[in-house]
Antibody, heavy 124, light 108 residues
Framework: QITLKESGPTLVKPTQTLTLTCTFSGFSLGTNGVAVDWIRQPPGKALEWLAVISWNDDKRYSPSLSSRFTITEDTSKNQVVLTITNMDPVDTATYYC????????????????WGQGTMVTVSS | EIVLTQSPGTLSLSPGERATLSCRASQSVPYNYLAWYHQKPGQPPRLLIYGASGRATGIPDRFSGSGSATDFTLSIRRLEPEDFAFYYCQQYGSSPLTFGGGTKVEVK
C-alpha cells in the first residue's frame, strides 16, 4: 500500500525559508518510472503544480517559481524535501505531495496517491 | 505552458442527473495525457480518469472521460450524493504540469 505524509511548520514569517518533508512508504523512488510531485492549493483556490523529482533524479519546477524552489530526496529515509525561500503571504496554502508512475512503465501518469496535505500560513 | 480552461465554473444539478464537465487546452496535450480529479472540502484530490479515458482503480463506471488533443470531457452518468464536489483536469504530457481552474458540482 502506497502512502505519503507531509510535514513541516504551520506558520512561517515573510522572507523566511520553508522546508517541507514528504515521507512515503510502499514504493521506492529508485524504481524506474516513479516520481514524487509537490502541489499546493491556496485557501478556496485551484491546485497548482510546483515541482517533481523522478526515479532518475530528474528535477523539474514550475517556471514561475523555480528560482525559489529546491526539491531533493533522502533515499535512506524514503523522504522528498521541498525547500522554498523568501516566503510571502501569497504562498499561504495547503501543500500536498503525490505519487506518480509514468505511463511508459505501465502507470496512470496522473497523481494516483496523495498525502493528506499540510497547511502553511505565511504571516508576520 | 499548456493552459487548461474548465467550464462551467459551477454546475447545479440534482442527484440522479447527468453531469458534463469540459476542459479545454491552449494547445494539444501530448499523448492525451489528461487526468481528472475530484476533491471534497478538507480532503486531497482523488484521481478519477487518466489518459483522457482510463478509469483509475476503484472508480465506478458512472464516471467516464472522453476527448483528445485540446478538448476533453468528464461525464458522470447519474449523480450520487458523494459526487457533489470540485473537479479538476490536469495535463501531464508536457512540463510544466498544469491544472484547470476547477468546476464545482453543487446540489440544485
Amino acid at each position: 500500500q502506497i502512502t505519503l505524509k507531509e510535514s513541516g511548520p504551520t506558520l512561517v514569517k515573510p522572507t523566511q525559508t520553508l522546508t517541507l518533508t514528504c515521507t512515503f512508504s510502499g514504493f521506492s523512488l529508485g524504481t524506474n518510472g516513479v516520481a514524487v510531485d509537490w502541489i499546493r492549493q491556496p485557501p478556496g483556490k485551484a491546485l497548482e503544480w510546483l515541482a517533481v523529482i523522478s526515479w532518475n533524479d530528474d528535477k523539474r519546477y514550475s517556471p514561475s517559481l523555480s528560482s525559489r524552489f529546491t526539491i531533493t530526496e533522502d533515499t535512506s529515509k524514503n523522504q522528498v524535501v521541498l525547500t522554498i525561500t523568501n516566503m510571502d503571504p501569497v504562498d499561504t496554502a495547503t501543500y500536498y505531495c503525490a505519487h506518480r508512475l509514468f505511463p511508459s512503465r505501465g502507470g496512470a501518469g496522473g497523481f494516483d496517491v496523495w498525502g493528506q496535505g499540510t497547511m502553511v500560513t505565511v504571516s508576520s | 505552458e499548456i493552459v487548461l480552461t474548465q467550464s462551467p465554473g459551477t454546475l447545479s444539478l440534482s442527484p440522479g442527473e447527468r453531469a458534463t464537465l469540459s476542459c479545454r487546452a491552449s494547445q494539444s496535450v501530448p499523448y492525451n495525457y489528461l487526468a481528472w480529479y475530484h476533491q471534497k472540502p478538507g480532503q486531497p484530490p482523488r484521481l478519477l480518469i487518466y489518459g483522457a479515458s482510463g478509469r483509475a482503480t476503484g472508480i465506478p463506471d458512472r464516471f467516464s472521460g472522453s476527448g483528445s488533443a485540446t478538448d476533453f470531457t468528464l461525464s458522470i452518468r447519474r449523480l450520487e450524493p458523494e459526487d457533489f464536489a470540485f473537479y479538476y483536469c490536469q495535463q501531464y504530457g508536457s512540463s510544466p504540469l498544469t491544472f484547470g481552474g476547477g468546476t464545482k458540482v453543487e446540489v440544485k
